[in-house]
């Protein structure tokens, strides 16, 4: 059974950083997409960024641009979004994903087979 868990979340003042992990077992293949949303109080849900595995290409949501990269460890098993130039306006629960089947859609659209708990960022003006 394939298991994801988020951990670094916590509380910064605007203009820090924070790095968020996501530790994934059970997979017998590597997914072929991974990915970090997040969704605040209120609002829904918004894709951060994905990793195409196969050949590692990156995509970012257009409020993180240039801010926030996400990477894969060489085993392939864990992941990270490293958070820099932090806003009030990332404070959300964020969340890890993996998977995206053929006919789900783009991957901001969120149809992720696989999705961790959820860690808190919270961002202090």
């Known amino acids: 059974q394939v298991a994801l868990a988020e951990s670094g979340g916590g509380s910064v003042q605007a203009g820090g950083s924070l790095r968020l992990s996501c530790a994934a077992s059970?997979?017998?293949?590597?997914?072929?997409?991974i990915a970090w949303f997040r969704q605040a109080p209120g609002k829904e849900r918004e894709g951060v960024a994905c990793i195409y595995t196969p050949w590692g290409g990156t995509h970012y949501g257009d409020s993180v641009k240039g801010r926030f990269t996400i990477s894969i460890d060489s085993g392939k098993t864990t992941w990270y979004l490293q958070m820099n130039s932090l806003k009030p306006e990332d404070t959300a629960m964020y969340y890890c994903a993996a998977d995206l089947p053929l006919g789900n859609g783009d991957w901001e659209d969120g149809g992720f087979t696989d999705w961790g708990q959820g860690t808190q960022v919270t961002v202090s003006a």
């Open positions: 059970g997979y017998s293949k590597t997914p072929n997409y």
